[in-house]
């Protein structure tokens, strides 16, 4: 069984709302009025095409409603919108019981509802599969990251273990090592991934890639940044993926590099992730192009506030853009206190601090600095940033 990377600290793709650019809603007067047409979805139109003949066939045909499911995932990733998770959802509604669900269904109905960010629901069926599949290793990393988003530490521990437990004991370690590195010990995080790194059998450039990436993001809440920075660019040499690349720019965005920031967005697909950051680096380094990101971000924005879960499910970067582009700290705050309530990994609680400093918010500081203690959360960071 493949086990894959799952990755939430900088989403691939983010359907933003509106701050300021106001856009009207558009009501059809006739049921068969066409308002929006989605793009194609990538893969190969054949493949699609087949895919979809089979599930018109059988729509329990849970092989193809997980390939297409992949598919309309990874359109909704690239293109920054939701309504292809939608589709896929929709792939999956033959099966209205998960109990009686392919396991391969749970795992993709979980992983669409976590890009959702429905994490309560995901890891909800993720703990039904494993309390029926205790050697699914996959469905256990997945259930270790959900609860790591949302900061529960000591229950990813646990789901840690049951990927060790289901026989993927590197992925195990690598697991527990992260969430080791999240309470500050950063020394046995980097001791068990330098294990790991020497492995010879892991050598696979995805996973020096991710087990790089992980200590990077350690030696960054540790406050070593030319360890980071070392860790980041050995795991892009070894594989150059967008979650990597985007973290890094966070990395150099968060040390004042911006046009080195900017360097490493040129080669990135204009997502909108990676917009934002352009927006950002280009604003903070008032870079010739930085206006005109701005701009393209907010016609973007305009066109996903449409959508009512743009505001809860993408609050973080939202408040980026507050923060760092409209400088609107008070506006920022609300969206960063909005969007803690749902996920709480370490760049949330940063951008919430950061938010609560510049809307000289006292009260907002001391909450920030408390719900770090509440989660065990150590980050230099954020240490700084309250200060």
């Not at 370690?173 to 790991?196: K, T």
């Not at 050598?203 to 350690?218: C, F, G, I, K, V």
């Not at 070593?224 to 795991?235: C, K, T």
Request: one cysteine or more; aromatic letters at 4%; proline letters at 4%.
């Amino acid at each position: 069984m493949a086990i894959f990377r799952l990755r939430l600290a900088v989403t691939l793709a983010i359907a933003c709302a509106s701050f300021s650019a106001q856009a009207s809603t558009v009501n059809p007067v006739r049921d068969d009025e066409v308002i929006e047409v989605l793009p194609a979805v990538s893969g190969g139109r054949a493949e699609v095409r087949r895919l979809r003949q089979a599930l018109v066939s059988n729509p329990r045909d849970a092989g193809s409603a997980v390939k297409l499911s992949q598919l309309y995932l990874g359109q909704a990733r690239s293109q920054g919108d939701p309504r292809f998770a939608g589709q896929a959802l929709a792939l999956l509604g033959a099966w209205p019981r998960m109990s009686e669900a392919p396991d391969e269904v749970v795992l993709m109905l979980a992983t669409l509802q976590q890009f959702l960010h429905d994490f309560d629901t995901a890891s909800a069926n993720l703990e039904q599969l494993v309390a029926r599949r205790p050697g699914h290793a996959q469905a256990w990393l997945t259930l270790a990251t959900l609860r790591r988003v949302q900061g529960r530490y000591a229950l990813s521990d646990q789901a840690c273990k049951g990927v060790a437990a289901a026989g993927a004991a590197a992925y195990g370690g690598a697991c527990q090592a992260e969430n080791d590195s999240l309470r500050g010990d950063f020394d046995a995080a980097r001791i068990a991934l330098a294990r790991l790194l020497a492995d010879s059998s892991l050598q696979a450039p995805s996973m020096r890639n991710w087990l790089l990436t992980t200590l990077a993001e350690s030696e960054t809440r540790a406050g070593l940044p030319a360890r980071a920075e070392a860790a980041y660019r050995q795991a892009l040499q070894a594989e150059s993926d967008s979650y990597t690349t985007l973290s890094f720019t966070d990395f150099l965005l968060h040390q004042k590099r911006f046009a080195e920031a900017l360097q490493q967005l040129e080669s990135q697909p204009r997502t909108d992730a990676v917009l934002l950051r352009l927006a950002i680096a280009g604003a903070m380094s008032q870079a010739p192009t930085a206006p005109a990101d701005a701009r393209e971000l907010r016609e973007r924005m305009a066109l996903a506030s449409l959508r009512p879960e743009a505001r809860t499910t993408h609050a973080r970067e939202l408040a980026m853009f507050a923060l760092w582009i409209d400088k609107q700290p008070r506006k920022a705050l609300e969206l960063a206190q909005e969007n803690v309530r749902h996920q709480r990994e370490p760049l949330d609680l940063l951008i919430l601090a950061q938010a609560a400093v510049a809307s000289q918010d006292a009260a907002a500081r001391r909450a920030a600095a408390s719900l770090a203690r509440e989660m065990g959360l150590r980050d230099v960071r954020l240490d700084h940033a309250l200060r």
